[in-house]
C-alpha cells in the first residue's frame, strides 16, 4: 500500500473510534435513514447514478398528479419495487443497528424508507416518515379500510378500490403531508437525542432533511455515513465517515462492543 492508502485507512480507523466513542457515550442516540440504507441489500436509490430519477421524473412517479395521469406505469413502478422488497435481504449493516439497539436501552430510529428493511432486520421502534409499501388506500379518500399490497392486488392495474376510484399506495408523495404522529415524534426526538446517525439520504427532501440540522443547532454531534457528500457534511459538528453503511456499520460495532 502506498502511503496515501495507508494515511487514508489511519483516518478512517480514527474516525470509527471516534463514531464508535460517540456512541457508546451516548444516552438518547437516534439513527435516522435513507435510500442509501437499503441500496446494499439491492433496493435503487432516487438520485444518483443508478437512481429511479435518472429513469423517471419524480413528478411523473411520485405525486398524486402523477398517479391520476398515469396510473397503470406508477403502478408498474410500485409493483416491481414490493417484489424487489419481498425477496431481499438486509445486510449486515442492519444487523449492526440490531446490536447497538441491543446494547443501548433507547435507539429510535427515524426513516424515510418504505420497503420494510430495519423491521425484517429485527430493528424495533422504527418511525416511517414517508409511509410503507405495506398497505394502499383509495385516492378519493373515500372511506373504505386501506388495502394490503400483495400479489393478488396486481393482477388488474392499476387496482380499485371497492367505490371504483383507482388506489393509491400509502407512501408520502411530493406535496403531501408527512403522517403528523411520525414527524412530531422525529421533531421531538431531534429536540432531545444527545447523538444522531444519519445513514445514506441526500438531505434534499424537506422536512425529514431539517431533522439533523434541528440537533446541530442545539450543539448535538451528529455522525453521518454516506459514500457521496450531502449538505450536512459540511456542517460544523457533523462527523464525515465516507463509505456504504454495510461496511461502515459493522466496523463501528465491532471497536464499539467487539465481534
Ligand atoms: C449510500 C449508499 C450506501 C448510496 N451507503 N450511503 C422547494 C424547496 C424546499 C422544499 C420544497 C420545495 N418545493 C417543494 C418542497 C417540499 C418537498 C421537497 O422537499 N422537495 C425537494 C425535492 C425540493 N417535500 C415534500 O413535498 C414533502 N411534503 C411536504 O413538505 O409537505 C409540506 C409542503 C408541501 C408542499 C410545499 C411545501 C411544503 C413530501 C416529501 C415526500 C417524498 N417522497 C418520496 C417518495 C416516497 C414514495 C416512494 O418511495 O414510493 O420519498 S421522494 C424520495 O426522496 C423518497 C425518499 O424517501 C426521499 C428521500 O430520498 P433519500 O432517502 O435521501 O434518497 P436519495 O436517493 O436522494 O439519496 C441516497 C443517498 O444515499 C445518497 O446521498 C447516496 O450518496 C447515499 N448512498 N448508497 C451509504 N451503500
Known sequence: MNEAGIKEETLSAKLISEAADLI?????AVVSTGAGMSSESGVRTFRGEDGFWREYRAEDLASIEGIRRNPGLVW?????????????????GYSALVRIQREKSILPLIT?????LHQKAGIKDVIELHGSLRTASCIDGCGAPCVRMTEDLFEELP?????????????????????????KRAFRLADSCDLMIVIGTSMVVY????????????????????TEETPLSSVEGTLNLRGTAGRILPEIVKVAYGV
Open 159 to 183: 387496482p380499485r378500490c371497492s367505490c371504483g376510484s383507482i388506489l393509491r399506495p400509502d407512501v408520502v408523495l411530493f406535496g403531501e403531508q408527512l403522517p403528523h404522529q411520525a414527524l
Open 207 to 226: 422536512p425529514a432533511s431539517s431533522i439533523p440540522l434541528i440537533a446541530l443547532r442545539r450543539g448535538v454531534r451528529v455522525i453521518e455515513i454516506n
Open 112 to 116: 424515510q424508507n418504505v420497503d420494510g
Open 24 to 28: 457508546t457515550a451516548a444516552s438518547l
Open 76 to 92: 408498474e413502478w410500485y409493483r416491481e419495487r414490493l417484489k424487489a422488497c419481498e425477496e431481499l435481504e438486509p445486510h449486515a
